[in-house]
């Protein structure tokens, strides 16, 4: 699901919508090789790449922090560290 919807928004992207996107999870090489799919499909690359892992509160802040729109693709979501620390930095 996480790499439909990233190559989703890559396509609006692609066709015009002004926005910067970004991927993020665990595992900096699947995010990597994830990101030249994206461009391999003719579609531009994530502005950014962020590491953050939900057993790690420092690294959520640091994520939540950098962006203002959070798509949570993990689950659960009621009362998770994405959701609460979105809320702290003001991200949706």
Known sequence: ?????AKYIAKKV????????????????KLEALSQEI???GFPSPHDIIIADTSDEK???LACKSTKV????????????????????RSI
Not at 1 to 5: A, C
Not at 14 to 29: A, D, T
């Open 1 to 5: 699901m996480f790499k439909r919807v």
């Open 14 to 29: 692609k066709l015009g919508w002004s926005i910067k996107f970004g991927i993020s999870g665990r595992n900096q090489g």
């Open 39 to 41: 461009i391999d499909s």
């Open 59 to 61: 690294s959520m802040q």
């Open 70 to 89: 959070i798509l949570n693709m993990t689950g659960p979501y009621r009362f998770s560290k994405i959701v609460r620390n979105s809320k702290k930095s």
